[in-house]
């Protein structure tokens, strides 16, 4: 990259990564600086069924449940809870970076000079 990026995403989890691959998508020169970007993530992240985004593909989602609360008796909610297969997330969102033209760098930022 000859020239300064538009956006620096400083963070190479899940949200940063997704970000980064957002912003290359719409053509913005877009870096990614994470201290360790290619150390595995050991977290387990979950959500509501009905939050996941639209472009996540239903392979980095690794169980679907059924919501409910039990209290003296079970409560079904109505909606579901996914849990996401990590490696997979992971691997979907490096190929977006990839396909995107995003790179990610080593390192930390310690201050912003921009204007």
């Not at 990259?1 to 913005?28: F, I, N, S, W, Y």
């Not at 992240?45 to 985004?53: Q, R, S, V």
């Not at 990839?98 to 760098?105: F, I, M, Y």
């Amino acid at each position: 990259m000859d020239r300064d990026p538009d956006v620096l995403v400083v963070g190479g989890g899940p949200a940063g990564r997704a970000l980064a691959a957002a912003a290359g998508e719409r053509g913005l020169r877009t870096v990614l600086v994470d201290p360790a970007p290619e150390a595995p993530w050991r977290a387990t992240y979950g959500c509501w069924a009905h939050e996941l985004p639209a472009w996540l593909p239903s392979s980095a989602v690794a169980a679907r449940a059924s919501g409910c609360a039990i209290a003296l008796s079970e409560h079904e909610l109505g909606w579901e809870y996914a849990v996401l297969d990590v490696p997979a997330l992971r691997a979907h969102l490096d190929g977006e970076l990839a396909r995107h033209g995003v790179r990610a760098h080593a390192g930390r930022v310690a201050g912003w000079a921009g204007g």
